[in-house]
């Protein structure tokens, strides 16, 4: 489990050479600042400020 996520199938693991801040983009919709992308990892707390409220992100 991933952020309390189910998941159904396998972690993927491993080095990455895309651009995170593009990723983000693509996944979730919103680009992140750079301030917020450290080590190839997104600050939770900036996942949080923006998707706190997961039903503004669901669609019908």
């Not at 983000?24 to 919709?29: A, E, F, I, K």
């Given at each position: 489990?991933?952020?309390?996520?189910?998941?159904?199938?396998?972690?993927?693991t491993?080095?990455?050479?895309?651009?995170?801040?593009?990723?983000?983009?693509?996944?979730?919709?919103?680009?992140?600042?750079?301030?917020?992308?450290?080590?190839?990892?997104?600050?939770?707390?900036?996942i949080?400020?923006?998707?706190?409220?997961?039903?503004?992100?669901?669609?019908?």
């Amino acid at each position: 489990m991933l952020l309390g996520l189910k998941i159904s199938s396998a972690p993927m693991t491993g080095y990455a050479t895309i651009d995170l801040a593009s990723l983000v983009q693509r996944l979730l919709g919103i680009t992140p600042p750079e301030s917020m992308l450290v080590g190839g990892c997104l600050r939770m707390n900036w996942i949080d400020f923006h998707f706190s409220n997961i039903s503004e992100h669901v669609y019908s």
